[in-house]
């Protein structure tokens, strides 16, 4: 596997982490789209984890570092 995917991978596990972690301190009991479901709170995480993890940075070579 190359470190592009691994990185994102890494990234998307810790988002789904964090944004179960959201919703069991954070989150509301109706109402809330986001917080009121354990399930879309974790999705909204790794989806963001992913995106934060994602490499946007081009070396000198023009390769992703």
Not at 40 to 53: E, N, P
Request: aromatic fraction near 16%; hydrophobic fraction near 40%.
């Amino acid at each position: 596997m190359s470190k592009f995917v691994i990185k994102i991978a890494i990234g998307t596990i810790i988002g789904g982490i964090l944004g179960y972690i959201y919703y069991y301190f954070i989150g509301c009991n109706g109402g809330c789209p986001i917080s009121s479901n354990w399930m879309i709170s974790v999705l909204y995480g790794a989806f963001f984890g992913s995106i934060i993890a994602t490499p946007t940075k081009r070396g000198k070579d023009g390769k992703n570092n």
